[in-house]
């Protein structure tokens, strides 16, 4: 079992930048793909970044690439979320998830085993 705990988010104006962070729990933290998604009121939840084990792959939202960056150390547990040119789109609760093996498509919600509890991201216009 493993527990995800998301902080870092909060409230920005638009144009800026925020960085979430993901520590769990357990020693097989580099044996799970790591995603972040995030649900706004009333919409489904979507896939926004995903990171593989080494970190050496990653794979983004069309909606979030060149502004997000997903990262993870592997030696503190963590993965993280800079997200920068933040939108008033943006704004939802972003979870991070983690997908054991077998691996199933980074972008499905389903495919992933973890969930943390979520932190709200608002972006002011």
């Known amino acids: 079992q493993v527990q995800l705990v998301e902080s870092g988010g909060g409230l920005v104006q638009a144009g800026g930048s925020l960085r979430l962070s993901c520590a769990a729990s357990?020693?097989?933290?580099?044996?799970?793909?790591m995603g972040w998604f995030r649900q706004a009121p009333g919409l489904q939840r979507d896939f926004v970044a995903a990171?593989?084990?080494?970190?050496?792959?990653?794979y983004y939202a069309d909606s979030v690439k060149g502004r997000f960056t997903i990262s993870r150390d592997n030696a503190k547990n963590t993965v993280y979320l800079q997200m920068n040119s933040l939108k008033p789109d943006d704004t939802a609760v972003y979870y991070c998830?983690?997908?054991?093996?077998?691996?199933?498509?980074?972008?499905?919600?389903?495919?992933?085993?973890?969930w943390g509890q979520g932190t709200q991201v608002t972006v002011s216009s």
């Open positions: 990171i593989s084990l080494s970190g050496g792959s990653t």
């Open positions: 357990g020693r097989t933290f580099s044996t799970y793909v």
């Open positions: 998830a983690a997908d054991r093996p077998p691996y199933g498509r980074w972008s499905v919600p389903y495919n992933y085993d973890y």
